[in-house]
């Protein structure tokens, strides 16, 4: 036989289910708040129905120690169960219902009681406070049991205390009293409980319906996962509740947006300040892969909403894959650049060939020149204006480029920048932002030229590049620097509208500005501001006279 498996032990403590445990508490909770209540609604009710039956018990007392020739037949006859003190302390003990009522003389001998044995006997209490003039009231043991009571002084015609009336209310009838008020307070009682338990149904039911079901450590473990999900993802994660306040950002949102710890219970607009990322943010711009740019940083927003009548955002980070997108687009014009040339130079080569072949020697060293000098020139032209070699660079192979898709590029005959650029990297992105669309709007144009003019005054270089391009109309001229916003189509590897929001971005951070107007002639011109962007003139070096050898001079 197999033996028996061992009883389970009995477990003892709260269920699993959440809707057990809130609805298990908030009865218990309600029961005892009944519970204390019916207490604290009893406990002063006994002490009001025993001051009451101690002050009837008094007036009882005080109406006997008032009837007239009560003080004469307690001091003229002795104490007998026929005297007529007895018979009228009976006689009022019945009409009043009370307990009893003892009329005693000065030294505590009773002339009257209940039971007739007793009269003539010392009361069982202390009388020392009637007999010295005083009323008094108390709850007391006597020779009936626990009685209400009630004591006054008995005085003669003259006013001298003579003996003392007591007066007792059975304790039974205010026990009596307060039981029967219980069943009352208990209905209530009970009434308060069935109500406090309908609640906590209600409430529980509500609970089970947005926990699922779920007990609380489940729902203490998810939320301590999802506070480590959303700090160790490397995805930017901002939650907005109903009212479009912040309320949670991870980490990796706090990194790309440029935000610190206190920005929760704020909106957007506040902790960002107005522009594309706040309207993004806020809902005020909708759509699925967003662009957007916070600081240096090109992001791509979505948002979703919740059923709580929030949101919550997703930012992932564009920069360096715009930045690829940028090189390879410029990769791109290289290439197509250098296969032109290379067809061009191949067209040369057979010019060239041919007015050697035919001896016309003189003529192939003309066209051989020309041909070198062109692109010397365009060189020349450059470096003796840009002493910046980065920016020098750029607008020397952005010429070839130009020169291959059949626009001429130049720089203005007032160009002057000193290598004293700040940040050379930045100019660098917005004179290639701003050619590169020039080149886009001239090509294909009659007369396409794109002209590029530095100036330095100061601290403050100023930059324009002007195109023979169709323009840009004066209601988009705000609109061209907006995240996002192109007339031209994409291509496949990124995406357009975020080189001009760049310029403007890096102008601003630096206390620039970047505007577009008309150029003379028709055209665009783009116009950067830079304050600051140079450094101070380093000072030249003092000129000192040669030194003469001493023996020179006494030779002389």
Same mark, same amino acid.
């Given at each position: ?64 120690? +008032? ?18 003190? +007895? ?15 003892? #009329?005693?003389?000065?030294?505590? #001998? ?28 108390? /709850? ?57 338990? &309908? ?46 306040? /912040? ?133 020349? +032209? ?11 660079? &750029? ?31 930045? &100019? ?6 701003? #050619? ?17 003019? &530095? ?102």
């Amino acid at each position: 036989m197999s033996p028996t498996p061992p009883a389970r032990r009995l477990r003892l403590g709260l269920p699993r289910r959440v809707f057990s445990q809130v609805l298990l508490m908030q009865v218990a909770i309600a029961a005892g708040v009944a519970v204390l209540a019916t207490g604290l609604f009893l406990a002063p009710l006994g002490d009001q129905l025993d001051d009451q039956a101690m002050r009837r018990a008094l007036a009882i007392a005080q109406t006997t120690a +008032q009837r007239p020739g009560l003080a004469r037949d307690l001091r003229d006859t002795p104490p007998s169960p026929n005297g007529p003190v +007895q018979r009228e302390a009976e006689r009022i003990r019945k009409a009043t219902q009370a307990e009893y009522i003892v #009329v005693m003389d000065w030294r505590g #001998v009773r002339w009257s009681h209940t039971d007739p044995k007793q009269i003539g006997g010392i009361v069982s209490t202390d009388p020392g406070q009637a007999l010295a003039g005083h009323e008094v009231m108390e /709850i007391d043991d006597g020779t009936l049991g626990r009685s209400a009571r009630g004591k006054v002084p008995l005085r003669d015609a003259d006013g001298t205390v003579v003996g003392a009336v007591s007066v007792g209310i059975a304790y039974d009838s205010v026990r009596s009293r307060l039981i029967h008020a219980i069943p009352g307070l208990l209905a209530y009682a009970g009434g308060a409980l069935a109500v406090g338990a &309908l609640a906590a149904w209600l409430i529980s039911r509500r609970v089970h319906r947005q926990t699922r079901d779920l007990a609380f450590s489940d729902i203490a473990a998810l939320l301590s996962e999802r506070e480590a999900m959303l700090h160790g993802i490397r995805e930017g994660v901002v939650a907005l509740d109903r009212t479009g306040r /912040i309320r949670l950002v991870n980490d990796e949102a706090q990194r790309l947006l440029g935000l610190g710890d206190t920005v929760v219970g704020r909106t957007p607009d506040e902790a960002l300040g107005a522009g594309r990322t706040a309207d993004v943010l806020a809902g005020r711009v909708t759509g699925t892969d967003l662009l957007t740019v916070r600081g240096q940083r090109v992001l791509v927003a979505n948002r979703m909403p919740t059923d709580d009548g929030g949101a919550v955002a997703t930012l992932r980070d564009r920069t360096e894959l715009e930045q690829l997108g940028r090189e390879l687009d410029s990769t791109r014009g290289l290439i197509d650049a250098l296969r032109a040339q290379d067809h061009e130079h191949a067209n040369r080569m057979h010019t060239l060939l041919g007015l050697l072949e035919l001896e016309m020697y003189d003529d192939a060293v003309d066209f051989v020149g020309e041909v070198v000098g062109d692109h010397r020139a365009t060189s020349e +032209q450059i470096t003796e204006r840009i002493e910046d070699p980065l920016l020098a660079a &750029l607008l020397v192979g952005k010429a070839t480029v130009a020169a291959e898709r059949g626009v001429g590029l130049g720089v203005s005959d007032p160009t002057r920048l000193p290598d004293r650029l700040v940040d050379p990297q930045g &100019l660098v992105t917005v004179v290639g932002n701003l #050619v590169d669309n020039a080149l886009d709007a001239a090509a294909g144009t009659p007369h396409a030229r794109v002209e590029v003019e &530095l100036r330095a005054e100061g601290r403050t270089v100023t930059l324009r590049v002007r195109d023979t391009g169709p323009g840009v109309p004066p209601e988009h001229r705000e609109l061209i620097f907006t995240e996002g916003w192109s007339t031209k189509k994409p291509p496949a590897h990124r995406e357009r509208g975020i080189g001009l929001s760049l310029v403007r971005r890096l102008a601003e951070r630096q206390g620039g500005s970047a505007t577009v107007g008309e150029a003379r002639g028709g055209g665009a011109e783009f116009t950067v501001v830079l304050p600051e962007a140079l450094t101070e003139p380093r000072p030249e070096p003092a000129l000192t006279a040669p030194s003469v050898p001493q023996h020179a001079e006494e030779g002389s």
